[in-house]
């Protein structure tokens, strides 16, 4: 079974920068696509940033050449670089995983379809 525990956020100022982890055991492989989203109380959960099992990458438009996704197969960890972060990005930041191999850019406009999801970070940033 696979788990999945998000670290790193915490509170900064506009322009500031984090970096989230997540943490993956189980039966990860390289099949599975891996993904960050985000959800604010009162709206949708939403698509950040999705590497899938090709290793192709999509992010969300609001957070393009600010974010960075990446994963370190070796340590089994996945990565969000976040940069230049504005108090638009605050948000309980969340790891998902699915392995059913479909492309990036779905994943990141479906959320539903991914089946494991982590306990989330919460992010704030401040004006």
């Known amino acids: 079974q696979v788990q999945l525990v998000e670290s790193g956020g915490g509170s900064v100022q506009t322009g500031g920068s984090l970096r989230l982890s997540c943490a993956t055991s189980g039966s990860i492989n390289k099949n599975y696509c891996l993904g960050w989203f985000r959800q604010v109380p009162g709206k949708e959960r939403e698509g950040v940033a999705v590497?899938?099992?090709?290793?192709?990458?999509s992010y969300a438009d609001s957070v393009k050449g600010r974010f960075t996704i990446s994963k370190d197969s070796a340590k089994n960890i996945l990565y969000l670089q976040m940069n230049s972060l504005e108090p638009e990005d605050t948000a309980m930041y969340y790891c998902?995983?699915?392995?059913?191999?479909?492309?990036?850019?779905?994943?990141?406009?479906?959320?539903?379809?991914?089946?494991?999801w982590g306990q989330g970070t919460l992010v704030t940033v401040t004006s």
């Open positions: 998902a995983a699915d392995d059913r191999r479909w492309m990036s850019t779905y994943y990141l406009s479906h959320p539903q379809a991914l089946t494991t």
């Open positions: 590497i899938d099992d090709t290793g192709s990458i």
